[in-house]
């Protein structure tokens, strides 16, 4: 019974937060080492772009549907006597400073990349 009502909501939040930690570990562990190794740097290279595009769709433009769409759902009543208003709103704030503290995050990290790609970074040759 709560699956229709909460439960499902959350477990679809988590899914779309979670889809992207394996690449963003990948890509923070690789980035922490790149001065230290040649392969961390290639790692952190290859995976910037692939990893901020991924990141970007799933946390700026599926959360904020999904989001729109649990909000649409709880305020037209779809929980009304099983979720109290308070909870379902409050998810609703702390779900929104999430993806909004996420869409920050990653379009810092596009202004980086591009900044950096824009400098014209010498390239190694390689032999």
Avoid at 69 to 80: I, Q
Avoid at 83 to 108: D, F, R, T, Y
Avoid at 109 to 122: D, K, Q, V
Wanted: glycine fraction near 8%.
């Amino acid at each position: 019974y709560l699956v229709r009502h909460g439960a499902f909501a959350i477990l679809v939040l988590l899914i779309l937060a979670e889809v992207t930690s394996a690449c963003q570990n990948a890509w923070t562990l690789a980035g922490v080492r790149r001065r230290d190794s040649a392969l961390a740097a290639k790692v952190f290279d290859a995976l910037s772009a692939p990893f901020y595009s991924f990141y970007s769709v799933v946390r700026g433009l599926l959360g904020p549907l999904f989001l729109y769409k649990m909000g649409v759902f709880y305020a037209s009543g779809g929980a009304e006597g099983v979720i109290p208003k308070w909870v379902w709103v409050s998810w609703l704030v702390v779900v929104s400073i999430a993806i909004g503290v996420s869409i920050l995050w990653v379009s810092n990290l596009w202004a980086e990349f591009f900044r950096e790609r824009s400098r014209g970074r010498p390239e190694k040759k390689s032999r």
